[in-house]
């Protein structure tokens, strides 16, 4: 139950929450590759970049658990605000980073700014993807279409960020991209505020209480679990493992090979994202959602869950055939992790339309971000084997752990016919 009224315009909140949104993801991926490349160029190794940004992970399950809960008392509206200047308040303290500290030091000041982060992510994202549950209209699939619109152009959005974090670490150095990204942030928190329609949905009564953080529908519990196996397929090699391994074979150890593969490097996984966004926006026709009966797009869940199987088991047995970098393996890699990407993004579409569909829009929020708990659970695992997997066993045993995480999320979502 709500009682905060419905913006007379909802496609002008729509519009004001998607770009708030984008403000955020494009830091939030600019800051990653900030830190993933600037930190392996001052030697940590593959674990301790993994460590870097478990805490970012940890914090998004508990905000995603406290999040529901908190747009619930306080409103969707507050949330957004609240995960925009948390962003900001982290980049503040992340520049302020001293290149004199050990390593110690260093990992536990930027795990602790990470969880910041990781916190004003999650509180972001929920909000936004709340308020589309509220806004968008009933008929002729408009759900399905206004969350594939807003899911993806965030991660092509995201995507750019990678790109634009790789090139101001090249470029300007670490403290002045940390501090550039903070004052534009300030400038889109401002805008956001006086603009945004009022009347965003999303505060329940005022005699509600904390409780039922676990979702009652069976279907939302099991989509939760294939959510968190599919997160921690990708995860498991995006986060340090490819991106480490390609500074490797791309990087002569001079500042100008450095930067050459800071450019390399982003521009790949921001093509990788781009391209997972842009998918994301098409899934709809791709998946035929328009007035389709849920239990067919189910089925289809379950059908693309098991396409992205053997991807990664492909790449990571070529991997092994290869034993040292090789430029066919290069080749391969590039093109089975682009077509991972088309899959995952089918995966991640039609599990976005569905917590959706599945979610009781009388607890809408705490349905999400127990969902979206289950999503930072699975990064944490991926980021977590991510480290683990590439110290221990290179690229393949790294490519070989996601195709077991997909595996995993395959055989939960098949659950979601019996619930």
């Known amino acids: 139950m709500t009682d905060a009224v419905t913006p007379a315009n909802p496609l002008r909140a729509y519009a004001a929450v998607t770009a708030a949104y984008w403000a955020f993801m494009l830091s939030d991926g600019a800051l990653r590759?900030?830190?993933?490349?600037?930190?392996?160029?001052?030697?940590?190794?593959?674990?301790?970049?993994?460590?870097?940004?478990?805490?970012?992970?940890?914090?998004?399950?508990?905000?995603?658990?406290?999040?529901?809960?908190?747009?619930?008392?306080?409103?969707?509206?507050?949330?957004?605000?609240?995960?925009?200047?948390l962003q900001i308040a982290a980049l503040v303290a992340l520049s302020q980073l001293d290149p004199a500290w050990g390593i110690a030091a260093s990992v536990a000041f930027v795990m602790a700014v990470q969880g910041v982060s990781g916190v004003a992510k999650d509180?972001?994202?929920?909000?936004?993807?709340?308020?589309?549950?509220?806004?968008?209209?009933?008929?002729?699939?408009?759900?399905?279409?206004?969350?594939?619109a807003l899911t993806?152009?965030?991660?092509?959005?995201k995507g750019l960020g990678f790109f634009l974090g790789a090139a101001l670490l090249a470029l300007a150095g670490f403290q002045s991209a940390v501090w550039g990204m903070a004052a534009v942030l300030t400038?889109?928190?401002?805008?956001?505020?006086?603009?945004?329609?009022?009347?965003?949905?999303?505060?329940?009564k005022s005699d509600e209480a904390w409780g039922g953080w676990r979702s009652k529908d069976s279907r939302v519990n099991r989509l939760s679990l294939a959510r968190l196996f599919l997160f921690g397929a990708r995860d498991v090699w995006f986060v340090v493992g490819i991106p480490v391994y390609f500074q490797m074979i791309l990087s002569d150890g001079?500042?100008?090979?450095?930067?050459?593969?800071?450019?390399?490097?982003?521009?790949?996984?921001?093509?990788?994202?781009?391209?997972?966004?842009?998918?994301?926006g098409f899934a709809p026709r791709i998946l035929g959602g328009k007035g389709q009966p849920e239990e067919a797009t189910v089925r289809k869940a379950i059908f693309w869950a098991g396409a992205l199987v053997p991807i990664p088991f492909v790449l990571a047995a070529a991997a092994w055939v290869a034993g040292a970098p090789a430029l066919w393996l290069t080749v391969m890699l590039v093109a089975g992790?682009?077509?991972?990407?088309?899959?995952?993004?089918?995966?991640?579409?039609?599990?976005?339309?569905?917590?959706?569909?599945?979610?009781?829009?009388g607890r809408i929020t705490r349905d999400v971000g127990f969902y979206y708990m289950a999503n930072a659970a699975g990064r944490l695992t991926g980021t977590l084997l991510s480290g683990l997997s590439f110290q221990f066993g290179g690229l393949p045993l790294c490519l070989a752990t996601a195709g077991l995480m997909a595996l995993a999320s395959w055989i939960a979502a098949r659950r979601l016919a019996a619930a």
């Open 187 to 204: 400038v889109i928190l401002t805008a956001v505020v006086l603009f945004l329609p009022a009347g965003l949905p999303g505060r329940m």
């Open 152 to 157: 993806g152009s965030k991660n092509a959005v």
């Open 337 to 361: 992790l682009l077509l991972f990407g088309f899959v995952f993004a089918i995966n991640s579409s039609v599990h976005s339309y569905l917590i959706l569909a599945f979610g009781d829009a």
């Open 254 to 280: 001079t500042p100008d090979g450095r930067r050459e593969a800071f450019f390399l490097i982003g521009g790949f996984l921001a093509l990788w994202i781009i391209a997972y966004g842009v998918v994301q």
């Open 33 to 85: 590759m900030l830190v993933l490349l600037h930190f392996n160029t001052l030697g940590f190794s593959p674990i301790q970049l993994a460590w870097l940004f478990l805490l970012y992970e940890i914090a998004g399950i508990v905000t995603n658990l406290a999040a529901g809960w908190l747009a619930a008392r306080f409103g969707l509206a507050a949330t957004l605000y609240g995960g925009l200047a």
């Open 123 to 148: 509180l972001a994202k929920m909000s936004s993807k709340s308020a589309v549950k509220l806004l968008a209209p009933k008929e002729d699939g408009g759900l399905f279409r206004w969350v594939a």
